[in-house]
């Protein structure tokens, strides 16, 4: 229902800049742009980002996001979105 789209449009503008980042940017603008998040993980993805980075993997992409009531609506309306990133030479 409504209740759900708008949790649904809540998670995705939470989650854009951050997702942004990791695709473009390097761990200093993951943590910049964590600050507006609620990210669980932001700290291994910085991470994962920069040892990509060191590795010759400076390419990365975003293969999919979705958020949790996209997949299976609950009725607590707690959501949360999960992201799924290459990264390649």
């Known amino acids: 229902g409504a209740g ?3 949790l ?4 995705r503008a939470r989650d854009e800049a951050v997702l ?11 943590e910049s742009s964590g600050r507006s998040t ?4 932001m700290w291994a993805a ?3 980002v920069e040892i ?9 992409r975003l293969l999919k996001y ?3 009531s996209e997949v299976s609506p609950h009725p607590s309306g707690n959501v949360t979105g999960f992201a799924a990133i290459a ?3």
């Open 66 to 68: 979705a958020v949790s």
């Open 87 to 89: 990264m390649t030479p």
């Open 38 to 41: 609620s990210m669980c993980g």
């Open 52 to 60: 990509a980075c060191a590795l010759g993997m400076s390419q990365r």
């Open 20 to 30: 942004g980042a990791i695709v473009r940017g390097g761990a200093e603008a993951i």
């Open 4 to 6: 759900q789209a708008a």
């Open 8 to 11: 649904i449009a809540y998670a």
């Open 46 to 48: 910085a991470l994962t």
